[in-house]
């Protein structure tokens, strides 16, 4: 989707910075002795509270507004009230925003989409420095992602990062576009494919560099959802929502506290 005008600019905007409010809320609140299950009601209390849905409530049938991922799961674990979060564990925390308008009779989602790991409490230096190296990953894709930029390029500035550290770079998920129906074109890369397709300004992207500690090979779990490292190393995972330009990319999702440099 391409977006021009200023109002539909205005809600996309505003669905990126609610989502980037909650997360950083809900990241805030991960801690030794929380559920999993506790910070997906608080994400999905403070959306509803202002108004909003969350995108991912129902979505091909996911249950939960946050897909929380403890260490060996990459992505799209499902909270549970079991999911104790401990000491020494990683946990990433995905979550997306709708702002739901309507459009010729039919409805019409603007959606931001936004992830982050966080440690608990204190967790290896080896693990830290993977996590520092995924959010590296993004800075470094959001700074590729430039009107004009082909993904070949943004899938190499996230590959130079991974291979820095010697990760294991997911390829089997990745980045896409952002339309009223959450996922579209194009699929996003985090490695060099060669692709020529260019951003063009006015898109809506989110860019989401996932990197493991060990092997890039990846298991999907038997509640059909869950995905985790084959080698049940531990995993980080970044996300932001972005609006191209013909310079540099808005960071809808932006946390109020991130500095992104
Ligand atoms: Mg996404």
Redesign the pocket.
Known sequence: MILTNEEDLKLIREAGQLAGRVLELVSNAACAGISTWELDEMAEKAIRDAGHIPTFKGYKGFPATVCASVNEEIVHGIPNKKKILKDGDIISL?LGVSIRTMKDGKKFDFIG?T?ITVPIGKVSDSVMKMLNATRQALYEAIKAARGGATLDQIGGAVEDVGNEGAYGIVRDYG??GIGPDYHEDPFIFNYRTGSKTKLKPGMVI?I?PMFNLGSDKTRLKSDRWTVVTQDYRPSAHF?HSLLITEGEPEVLTKRPSEVIE
């Open positions: 995905d989409d992830a980045g896409h989110a989401e996300e």
